[in-house]
């Protein structure tokens, strides 16, 4: 489906500012690009993570206790970073301040955390979808902008249309995990005449931030309902548990 008028015109904006000499969004010195080297290495600590939820762990390519016991529907999760100062700032200039310039600089990080982790192989790249209320106000969908640059270096098919949100639901902050769960239930769909674009197919799922998973993983269960062969969930951040804060 045809880019909105919006979307083209923001995705323009964004290409722009990419091309141009710009100052580092965390210490503000001028750099080649919105992220400085030395900030990525001072702030993002290349931690082993579970690999049913990202959260950092002691040990790599164990799976944490809550995982063991209640996993989740995904064959993967992969986080480029934790969900902490200066990410979530920056996370937050992009969601609620327009900020598409760090768009090309974050997928970036999640580029380079999907390379190093090895992921397994996927055919379609999907971003979670935004309820049409929520898309209008904001203007874009910024697990979308982020989908569309991670999938050609990869050689992927990205896709914003084929799952849907089917209504809006209240925001998940300061919700529990269960509550949190019956929030999103029934909340995604298959766009009418695509399900046949997921049979078999292996799907990776791209959000923006993960906080417990419900919302991801009641997504990826509509897409396995749907036909597809496995879900893998891609985040550009991982929220702590609670008890970590």
Same mark, same amino acid.
Request: aromatic share 4%.
């Given at each position: 489906?045809?880019?909105s008028?919006?979307?083209?015109g923001?995705?323009?904006?964004?290409?722009?500012?990419a091309?141009?000499?710009?100052?580092?969004?965390?210490?503000?010195?001028?750099d080649?690009?919105?992220?400085?080297?030395?900030c990525r290495e001072? @702030?993002i600590?290349?931690?082993?993570?579970?690999?049913?939820?990202?959260l950092?762990?002691v040990?790599?390519?164990?799976?944490?206790? !809550?995982?063991?016991?209640?996993?989740?529907?995904?064959?993967?999760?992969?986080a480029?970073? !934790?969900? +902490?100062?200066?990410?979530?700032?920056?996370i937050?200039q992009l969601k609620?301040r327009?900020g598409?310039d760090?768009?090309?600089?974050l997928?970036a990080?999640?580029?380079?955390?999907?390379r190093?982790?090895?992921?397994?192989?996927a055919?379609?790249?999907?971003?979670?979808p935004?309820?049409?209320?929520r898309?209008?106000?904001? *203007?874009?969908?910024?697990?979308?902008?982020?989908?569309?640059? =991670?999938?050609?270096?990869l050689?992927?098919?990205?896709d914003?249309k084929?799952l849907?949100?089917? @209504?809006?639901?209240?925001?998940q902050? *300061?919700?529990?995990?269960?509550?949190?769960?019956?929030?999103?239930?029934? +909340? @995604?769909?298959?766009a009418?005449g695509? +399900?046949s +674009?997921?049979?078999?197919?292996?799907?990776a799922?791209?959000?923006? =931030?993960? $906080?417990? *998973?419900a919302t991801?993983?009641?997504?990826?269960?509509?897409l396995l309902?749907a036909?597809?062969?496995?879900v893998?969930?891609w985040?550009?951040a991982? $929220?702590?548990?609670?008890?970590?804060?």
């Amino acid at each position: 489906m045809p880019a909105s008028r919006v979307e083209r015109g923001l995705s323009a904006l964004a290409a722009l500012a990419a091309a141009m000499p710009s100052q580092c969004a965390v210490c503000r010195s001028w750099d080649a690009g919105r992220l400085c080297r030395r900030c990525r290495e001072r @702030f993002i600590p290349l931690l082993p993570r579970c690999p049913g939820c990202a959260l950092p762990l002691v040990c790599a390519h164990a799976l944490c206790a !809550d995982c063991l016991r209640h996993p989740l529907p995904f064959e993967r999760c992969v986080a480029a970073l !934790d969900y +902490a100062w200066p990410w979530s700032s920056i996370i937050g200039q992009l969601k609620f301040r327009g900020g598409l310039d760090l768009t090309g600089a974050l997928s970036a990080l999640l580029l380079q955390a999907l390379r190093r982790e090895g992921t397994p192989p996927a055919d379609l790249l999907l971003p979670l979808p935004l309820g049409p209320q929520r898309l209008r106000e904001r *203007g874009y969908n910024q697990s979308w902008e982020l989908a569309r640059r =991670v999938a050609p270096p990869l050689d992927l098919a990205a896709d914003a249309k084929l799952l849907l949100r089917l @209504f809006e639901t209240p925001r998940q902050s *300061g919700l529990a995990q269960a509550e949190r769960s019956a929030n999103v239930r029934g +909340a @995604f769909g298959i766009a009418p005449g695509r +399900a046949s +674009a997921l049979r078999g197919c292996r799907v990776a799922l791209l959000d923006d =931030v993960m $906080t417990t *998973g419900a919302t991801a993983a009641e997504a990826a269960r509509t897409l396995l309902d749907a036909g597809a062969a496995s879900v893998q969930l891609w985040v550009l951040a991982r $929220t702590p548990r609670p008890s970590d804060t």
